[in-house]
């Protein structure tokens, strides 16, 4: 099998065909403990993060917004306040017991109304042309095997005048790496290890994270994919970026 066949599985390279099987294996074994990992690892600064995003959405009562690799629904959950019981919200992921944990926390937190869900690759969405008004994607580009054709997917999918948020960990800035290494590859596993019984899942999603796209990368393939008006946020000093983009 040539070079160009394989992609990226963390610092392993991997048929294409494989890569999606494997993150989906990853996050089978993570799901339960998904929600607290997530709190544990950014000392519960993803929380700030999905509140900066959700504050840039533009959407208003009666709109229609998707969250593409939604997993346990915070943003979903973000995007479901904001649209009203007029609106409406699908909540998409690949991964069914992510999809499973998500609409269980919706559930719980008295979101039933507004808010769909769809297992669904976010390379081919199952959606019409110009079906929503916002999309967000928080923390799951980076686990796609087709970056480019999940970046087309979401754009084909806005309405016209609609917004692409993609928040996702990226390249800090120089004089934090070697701490951020140091953390991502030391603790980061230890924890995986300890929390939810399962180092090598937390060692793959830290390696993702180097293997993503910087923050100007990740800017030219929005505007490849047709995407305008595109920018971008650092957080935590480049740790995470928001990515702004909009079809017209």
């Not at 969250?67 to 909540?91: F, H, K, M, W």
């Not at 992510?98 to 937190?109: F, Q």
Request: proline share 3%; charged share 25%; hydrophobic share 40%.
């Amino acid at each position: 099998m040539t070079d160009d066949r394989l992609t990226d599985f963390g610092y392993e390279r991997v048929p294409t065909q494989e890569k999606a099987r494997r993150v989906r294996g990853v996050f089978d074994s993570v799901a339960d403990r998904y929600d607290l990992m997530n709190d544990l690892m950014s000392a519960g600064l993803h929380r700030v993060w999905k509140r900066f995003a959700l504050a840039l959405t533009g959407l208003r009562p009666g709109h229609s917004a998707l969250d593409v690799a939604g997993g346990t629904g915070d943003l979903a959950a973000g995007l479901a306040r904001q649209v009203t019981d007029r609106g409406l919200v699908v909540l998409a992921d690949i991964n069914a017991s992510m999809l499973d944990r998500g609409r269980d926390r919706l559930i719980d937190a008295g979101l039933v109304g507004n808010v769909r869900y769809v297992q669904g690759n976010a390379e081919h969405l199952p959606f019409a042309d110009d079906s929503f008004h916002c999309i967000t994607i928080g923390f799951g580009l980076r686990n796609v095997t087709d970056k480019t054709a999940a970046l087309a997917s979401m754009r084909r999918v806005l309405k016209p005048g609609g917004q692409l948020l993609v928040l996702e960990f990226s390249h800090p800035l120089p004089g934090l790496r070697a701490l951020y290494d140091a953390y991502s590859f030391r603790v980061l596993p230890l924890l995986g290890k300890m929390v939810a019984k399962d180092e090598a899942s937390y060692r793959y999603l830290a390696e993702s994270i180097r293997m993503h796209p910087d923050q100007e990368a990740l800017l030219a393939m929005m505007r490849e994919a047709g995407l305008e008006d595109c920018r971008y946020h650092n957080l935590s000093a480049g740790i995470v970026a928001l990515h702004r983009g909009y079809k017209y």
